[in-house]
Nanobody, 115 residues
Framework: QVQLVESGGGLVQAGGSLRLSCVAS????????MRWYRQAPGKQRELVAG???????NYADSVKGRFTISRDNAKNTVFLQMNNLKSEDTAVYYC?????????WGQGTQVTVSS
C-alpha cells in the first residue's frame, strides 16, 4: 500500500505563488509516474501536471509557463510550484501515483486564489 500526503495549500492573492508537496510512503515512488490533479467546485477532476520516473514533465495547457512539477526520489516527494496564480486555479489539488496494478490518491489540499 502507498499513502500520499499533500501539503502547501492555502489562500493567496491573484499573482501570488504556492508550492505544493506530496510525500509518498513505501518503495514504489521512484519507479512511478506522479501527477497532480485538481477539482474545482461543480467541475470534474482534471489533470494539471505529470512527471515520469525519469523526471520528464508534462502540463495542462492552462498552467503551462506558470506551474512547474518536480520530484525528489531520495525523499519520495513530488512538488508543484505554482506561480502567477489566477482565480480559476482555485480547487482542491490531489497527488496521484500510478502503480503497476492500481492507482493511489492523496486526500487533497485546498488552494484558494482571491482576485
Amino acid at each position: 500500500q502507498v499513502q500520499l500526503v499533500e501539503s502547501g495549500g492555502g489562500l493567496v492573492q491573484a499573482g501570488g505563488s504556492l508550492r505544493l508537496s506530496c510525500v509518498a510512503s513505501g518503495s514504489m515512488f521512484s519507479r512511478s509516474i506522479m501527477r497532480w490533479y485538481r477539482q474545482a467546485p461543480g467541475k470534474q477532476r482534471e489533470l494539471v501536471a505529470g512527471i515520469s520516473s525519469g523526471g520528464t514533465p508534462n502540463y495542462a495547457d492552462s498552467v503551462k509557463g506558470r506551474f512547474t512539477i518536480s520530484r525528489d526520489n531520495a525523499k519520495n516527494t513530488v512538488f508543484l510550484q505554482m506561480n502567477n496564480l489566477k482565480s480559476e486555479d482555485t480547487a482542491v489539488y490531489y497527488c496521484y501515483l500510478r502503480g503497476p496494478l492500481t492507482d493511489f490518491w492523496g486526500q487533497g489540499t485546498q488552494v484558494t486564489v482571491s482576485s
